[in-house]
Structure formats: C-alpha cells, structure tokens
C-alpha cells in the first residue's frame, strides 16, 4: 500500500483559474513571497507545535499533474495553462520552522519564494497538511504533559478519515506519543504499532476465560487482555488464571477509570501478578489524562481527543502573499490585516534556557541574534530540492521535547491562558 | 492522480492480531454480526445523516493486502495469519441504511454478516469512513436549511487533512451543497466545483483594477472579483469598472457581512449591474448563514466550519458484535452496554409523510409493516459483491432531500434539542 501516486489535484480551483489569468497577462513570472503563519492560537491555547514539514516536503516531489488531471483541468483553464501545468515543477526556495518546533501567533512558520505560478499554486496542499498535523500535534502534546512521563498510544484511527488517521499517527507520534495502532503508519513512517483486543474477541468466545486462554496462546503472556466485558474483578481473575502472573497487561475501557485502576492493582498485585501493567482507556483526553496521575496506571490509550485536535481540529494557519518583486504586499480593508514583507523570526531565552520571547523580523532588517537566541527558519528546499534531513520524524520527536522544556513553567499549564511567551513584532515599529 | 491502491492496511493492529488468535482456535469460521450505530447524536443535534457508504463501498473492493503489506505484517502476525491475509476477500453480507438516510440514536446503519475473520477485519475501516463522512453531512445539512434555497460552496480543503478534504467535498455534496472548490473531488466523485480569486491575485498586481480587468479578460465577464482587499465601495466600483454591468458576481471575504452586503446590492444595483451576484464567505457556519437570511446574498462560500463538522468533527459511530453462530451477544459491565442480536428498523410517519419516530427490532421479530412505515436497511453486498445502484450519489441527495422534509419542523431548528423523532428498541420490550 503506497500513498497517491499525485497531489497536484488535492487543490482549490481557484489556484489554478489564477494561474491561468497569471500567465495570460504576464504576472505569473513575479518573483513572489508567500508566508504561511497564524494570526493567533486557538482559544486559550499557550503554544503551537509545527507539524506536517515531512509530509508537505513528501508530497511537494509528487507534485505532478498526470494525464487523468490534465484532461480533467482542460475543462477548467486554457490550453496554454494546461500545457504549463504538464510541466509543472516547483523550482523555488522553502524556508520554515523545522518539525517539531513550538510556533506562536504571527511567527512565519513557513515561507515559499518563487515565481507566482509556482508558489500559488502550493497554497491549497501546505495549508491542508500544516493545518490538520499541526493541530494534532498540539493537542497531542498536551496529553503527553499530562501523562507526566506514562507512555501513551495514539488509537483514534476510527474516529477520523481513514488517510487523516495515518497523518494523526505520525503527528501524535512526533508530540511524544509511543506508538499506534494504525499498521499504515508503521508502513510509510516507520511508527512502533501496539494493539490489545476487542470486545468483540470476548464475545466472540464461549466464555471470558477461554477467549483470554486463546489470546495468549496465540499472542504470548505480554499481551494484554481486556477485562471489562463482563465483570472487571471476575475478568481480572480469570486474566491470571489464563496466563499466569507473568501476564504483560490488562486494560479497562469503561467506567470511572481512578477508582477502577486502584482496585485492579490491588487486586493483580494480591494474586501476584506484581509486573502486569494497567492500560486505561475510553474518552481520554488531556484533562482525564491528568486527573489520572495519582493513580496505578501504566499507559494510556487516547482516541477521539487526539485525531480531533481535542476542542480544535485545525490550526487556522493561512498562507498570504507578502512580497512582490522585492516590494512588501498587503491587504488592509476591515479585518484580517496582515503584515507585508518577506519575514524571519527568533526566539529570545534566557540564560537559564528558558524562553522569553518570539520575535519577527523583516528579512532584510534582522536584529542582532545574542548568545541566547535561537534563529528558527531553517533551509527546507533550494531550487526545488528538499535539503537533506528537514524531513526527519525522530529529529522532530526530539526537538519537540527539547523546546517544551524551554517554555515558561505557566506555558505548560492545561488550563485556558494567553501564549506562553509574547510575539513582538520588530516590522511594526518605526 | 487516482486513491490508494490498497486499503486494507489502514486499520488497527489489534484487528489483525484478533485474526491471528482466532484462526489459531477455531474461532475464525464462527458466523458473526456486527453492527455500526451510533449511541447518541452530537450533543444538542437532532438528526444524523448516513454518509460514507459509496465510498466504504469502494474502498471495500480495494481491501486486499499487497506484498509490501504482507513483509509489514510478517512482523506481527504468524506466517498462516500472513497466507490466510494474502487471499482475502470480503465474501460476506452487508446490509445497511442508504446513503443520504437520516439516522438516530440506535439507528442499526450498518450489519456486516460473514465469518468473523471476514468481519472484524473491516472495523476500523468502516468506522474511519462513516464517522467522518457522517459527521460533516449532518454538519452540511444545517447549513443548506439554513440557507434556505441559496447555493452554499464548499471550500474548506485547506483545513483539514488533504485527503479527508476531497471526502468532506463529497458529504457537503449529499448533504445539498452546490459545488466545491476541490479539483480531486471532481475527478473522484463528478461534483461540481467552483472558485473565485485569492486576496494574492490582486497584491500581485499593480492596483485592483489591472486585477479585475486581467481576471476578466482571462475568465469572463461571470467571474467573481473579490473586492474586499482594499476598500470594498471602492472595489466594486472598480470591479463594475473592468467588467462592465454583466459581471458575473463579486465576493466579500471579511468585515460585517450582513451590513457589506446590503451596502454592496445598493451599490451595485446603482452602477447598474442589478444582476451581479454577491457571495458571502469568511469563518460562516449555519448560524451565521441563517443570521444572513433577510439580506441581499445570492450564494455563501463555506470552509473551517463545514470541513470540520460545525463543533463535532466525528460522529462516535461504533462497530460492535451483536450475534455469534445466531446467538445475541452483549458487553455488560460499567458501561457503554450495547443490544444484542441482528437488528433492523423502520421509520414511522402520519400519512401527510411527516416521520413520527424510528423502531429498531430484532431482524428475527419484525413488526408490522404500516402503509405509512419506510423498512430503512437495504442490501449493499452480497456474497462479496456491491449490488448495483448502491454507491449512486446524486442518489443519496436527492434521499436526504426528501428525508428531511418529512423530519418534524422543530427538528429542523438549528438550537439545541432532543433528536427530531424518538427511537423505540422493541428488542428491549418483554
């Protein structure tokens, strides 16, 4: 199972009717900016995690209009265009925030320079990648805050677009997450794959007992078996008498989680099996993961919340034009203003590491960079070549959580509050 | 550009892992029924709307494990699991609400009947499609009741995921929208798509009106000139200046819609273009929309809310094993109990055709038939083949379309409620 072969058609029609007007008048050949950016964080939101960097860089070499889209397209643009878009190549230079690094409102998250045609027409695609992973992402590392260091398994596959779900996997992974349960995932980013049973295995079977009997027979005394078909107490004896005290884990699903986890490791640790882990799940989110922490929990299992952004499912980020051959554009009409010019940005810490402050910059105005700062657009593609290594999820993995510990104490908090650290706008002044 | 080749691998480990262990105890060949419901509508939704069928369907006839999926899973299941996976093929039975139905807590939208290797295996699958696919249908739903007649644009690609936004092209589609901006949508699914300019295209140009005059000369004079860059009175000025009085239609993208539009339908009827059309776009959702119902708009361009299920971005369908070798099996423990048994139902109405209330019964132990009553499943696969006529979209439109005139008017209100129509379980009856 490979992905699309083709994304240039996973695109807003309107990028390429411009396209088409571009060329018919001779504007197609300016030398353009594009930022990708957010205005602001979503509601009560302290930081943003830049997700997505690996996946658009992928799908910018697959790139190409085939023949199936071309004849479609010669319903909708002229044959000039057509023929241009058989050609289509990005050429240009992408410049962002690596993968994995926290972006804040205004920060210039990415940064696409070409000619106009080329740079267009990228719109639709980075807007839907960075959007829908930067989103999963955020949210998932709130969880993993909250899980304080219990690992975590992504299992929301079901819960969203079956496509989306392996994105979600890789994005939930990058924030920390351990592993999922999507094999796709596994196949196309290499992300460790978990998995418990069904329900339905327990139904399957005559009774309890022989369904957990066959499971580890099948799968081995590390697996973990679901105790709470029936009765949790009964279902945890018969765990035991199935497997014996060696057994990896067991997991519950329903009820109140806390209480049910004190029992159970009472329970397990009465009958001897002292080293089998509690795996919890069913509707966790950051917050019932946190709830959770004085309790005899191993790991948890987080579906809905994560592949839905818990409380938003997209980033809201844009992707506005903001330079011209050199001179800085903008709209400004009754809202959604939004700064001209080609953009740079650091981030300010103190000695101590700790972050203090975002700080954009015009690109040919940059401040003096101190020993303390971090300067964060990175080189991503030259010419139309991805540069070595943007692309690494690992790398991103540990970016992630070398920036998390730089954040303020108070940027970590749950609770609903202003960004972690200020955005201070050096363009705007004088 | 066409889908994935293979679907099969996007699922959860733990499905393949339960094959595993019940071909390894005899338990694979048992005759199972599983059901995917929905416990409950989205708080404060009153009616759910079935989507995702076609394309289940479809996905269905690519479900097969190709050879790089088979070295993947080589990893984690034994190598009989590997062999019995390389030949597989659904050859069971579907059946299920059509597409475009309404449905309600309980409502039995899909049975799949087949072994239960053959079964379980398509859970992740068929959850991962209708929990999304419904979950933006039903969101879609309460924008075209809300916009009473005017044409509604799907244009949210850009926030969601990039694949997921060709499927939420499709469920807007069913759910009455008129078009779409997204090209794959087109070439996927035949829906019509639509588009105007970016804020980009006019910053690219020397002043706004070399911008409206350069669209117009390459797209015509029906085009839509975004007029809201700069200064919106002096925009249509501007716009009616490069096109003439027969444009086609401008877009206000921001500002105070309601009060823009009347503003700009003054104006434009003013210069004499009384048969330019105003389009409405900028974070509407279905309140905003029936908010917009007394002024001057002729059509309303829809994106984050639409893409992203109006504040339920998936609908919590389930996928649960009601029945083994025709015995009715159930989870009983803490919570999230579920009914056993093969079920269906039917929809009540008063003869005016004004629906009255949803039963579900057991397969075996159908009620009565009335003159008035609608049998609600119907078969989608049999023997592993899709029946004819089943994936037909504009089929599914034109279902919901004359589902939701016989809903109860109050079950049309975009407020909070109770689910239009109350579901009887006559399974739960003595």
Request: proline share 5%; with cysteine.
């Amino acid at each position: 199972m490979t992905p699309d072969p083709g994304t240039a058609l996973l695109t807003d029609r309107y990028e390429l009717t411009m396209v088409a007007a571009a060329l018919a008048d001779g504007t197609a050949s300016r030398r353009c900016v594009f930022e990708l950016f957010a205005r602001r964080l979503p509601d009560g939101r302290r930081y943003g995690v830049v997700a997505g960097t690996g996946r658009l860089l992928e799908a910018l070499e697959r790139f190409r209009f085939g023949p199936e889209d071309l004849e479609l397209l010669a319903g909708v643009v002229d044959e000039d265009t057509v023929d241009w878009l058989r050609d289509y190549r990005f050429s240009g230079d992408v410049d962002g925030y690596p993968e994995g690094e926290l972006y804040f409102p205004g920060s210039p998250i990415l940064t696409v320079s070409g000619t106009f045609a080329d740079a267009v027409i990228l719109e639709t695609l980075a807007l839907s990648i960075y959007n829908h992973d930067s989103a999963i992402a955020s949210a998932a590392a709130r969880m993993v805050t909250a899980a304080a260091g219990r690992p975590l398994i992504e299992m929301g596959s079901r819960r969203t677009h079956e496509e989306a779900a392996v994105a979600c996997a890789r994005a939930a992974y990058l924030a920390g997450f351990g592993a999922t349960s999507n094999l796709a995932a596994r196949l196309r980013h290499g992300i460790p794959t978990a998995g418990t049973a069904a329900h339905a295995w327990i139904l399957l079977h005559d009774d309890e007992r022989s369904a957990f009997a066959s499971q580890v027979a099948a799968l081995g005394e590390s697996t973990t078996l679901l105790v709470d078909t029936f009765d949790i107490r009964q279902g945890i004896d018969n765990a035991i008498a199935a497997a014996g005290t060696g057994l990896g884990a067991i997991r519950i699903d329903s009820g109140d989680l806390g209480e049910l986890a004190r029992q159970a490791r009472e329970q397990l640790d009465g009958l001897g099996a002292t080293g089998t882990k509690i795996v919890l799940s069913g509707d966790l989110d950051e917050y019932a993961i946190a709830s959770l922490r004085a309790e005899p929990v191993d790991s948890y299992g987080v579906g809905t919340s994560v592949v839905t952004g818990s409380g938003h499912p997209t980033a809201g980020m844009v992707y506005k034009l903001v330079e011209v051959d050199g001179r800085p554009v903008s709209k400004r009409s009754t809202s959604k203003e939004s700064r001209g010019g080609r953009k740079a940005a650091l981030r300010r810490h103190k000695p101590t590491g700790t972050s203090v402050e975002e700080v954009v910059y015009r690109a040919d105005a940059p401040p003096a960079v101190g020993p303390h700062d971090t300067v964060l657009p990175v080189p991503l593609v030259r010419g139309g070549k991805v540069q070595a290594g943007v692309d690494d999820l690992e790398a991103a993995r540990d970016r992630l959580r070398g920036a998390l510990v730089s954040v303020p104490w108070e940027g970590l908090k749950l609770s609903r509050g202003e960004p972690a650290i200020p955005t201070t706008f050096l363009s705007d002044q004088p």
